[in-house]
């Protein structure tokens, strides 16, 4: 028997591959292979328990040897959980404003805390969109609460009967808007938010005179901000425009409309203006 050459070893003759299992690999390939048992193996895949790190890496080890790819399907059935977070969220029925797709707006750091915070927990993001004029909205919603462990909403999705009901069937949390009973609620200070941008607009840079370019006139936020920045302004001895002429629709489209038909009806503006949220805000920009 001659001994390997460099070349030899290099075409792999003096390093035979490990063998692979014929069929469909499982974790008792990897159990098999790493030498621990499959307890072993789950809980390093899982993420779960303490393994000791040599055993971490014995499995881990075999994992990339075997070429294994758990399979999700699978440990669904044995945790009883599908690893997915579904969201919904309202997609705007404008056509979208030309620097929307080159702004990093609040709502897309939201989507992205969502899919940190899911990877994190070894979890997978479903995400899925209705528009405001859409039909069959409460059946699509409950088809993606039907995919996932869990539901992410926007407000004033569907009514608020309708998510009691989808919240005896999965874990619902809605974002912003009012609370419902069987649902989790996330929402800003929307109160604490306005009367502190007020103070500093008027208490710090002087401005008497405020303008409050709304959002939905049907959004509770949107209510619950108004009535904050026309008692702080009060308070402080400022005035604030609000009303029919700026109602915005929290698009940017919006925004530019609101302070466009301003504008044309010559109206002076007010020498710092609200805005309800960053499109809008966009939107106003670009008019002026």
């Not at 992410?152 to 919240?167: E, G, N, Q, W």
């Not at 308070?235 to 009303?243: R, S």
Request: hydrophobic share 40%; charged share 25%.
């Amino acid at each position: 028997m001659r001994a390997s050459s460099p070349s030899d070893i290099h075409r792999g003759i003096g390093l035979p591959e490990p063998k692979r299992p014929k069929g469909p690999l499982t974790i008792y390939d990897v159990a098999s292979r790493a030498g621990v048992s499959i307890a072993s193996v789950s809980r390093v895949l899982n993420g779960q328990g303490s393994p000791r790190a040599a055993t971490r890496d014995r499995v881990l080890q075999a994992v990339r040897e075997l070429g294994f790819v758990p399979d999700g399907a699978a440990r669904a059935l044995s945790n009883g959980l599908k690893e997915v977070v579904g969201v919904v969220f309202r997609r705007g029925d404008e056509t979208p404003f030309p620097d929307e797709d080159e702004s990093f707006l609040f709502i897309d750091v939201i989507y992205r805390g969502i899919d940190l915070a899911a990877r994190r927990q070894g979890f997978d993001v479903l995400m899925g969109s209705v528009g405001f004029n859409d039909g069959n909205v409460e059946a699509r919603v409950a088809a993606v609460g039907g995919k996932a462990d869990g539901l992410i909403l926007h407000d004033r999705m569907i009514p608020a009967t309708s998510i009691t009901r989808l919240a005896s069937l999965v874990p619902v949390v809605t974002l912003a808007g009012t609370p419902v009973p069987g649902a989790m609620n996330v929402r800003c200070d929307n109160d604490e938010g306005m009367r502190r941008l007020v103070r500093h607009l008027v208490l710090d840079h002087g401005y008497k005179e405020l303008g409050y370019l709304s959002g939905r006139i049907d959004s509770p936020d949107n209510h619950a901000r108004a009535r904050a920045i026309e008692a702080e302004a009060k308070a402080h001895g400022a005035q604030v425009e609000i009303g029919h002429d700026w109602q915005g629709d929290y698009s940017a489209a919006g925004g530019a409309r609101v302070i466009s038909g301003l504008l044309d009806n010559g109206r002076k503006l007010p020498r710092a203006i609200v805005c309800a949220n960053d499109q809008t805000a966009l939107g106003a920009m670009h008019a002026l």
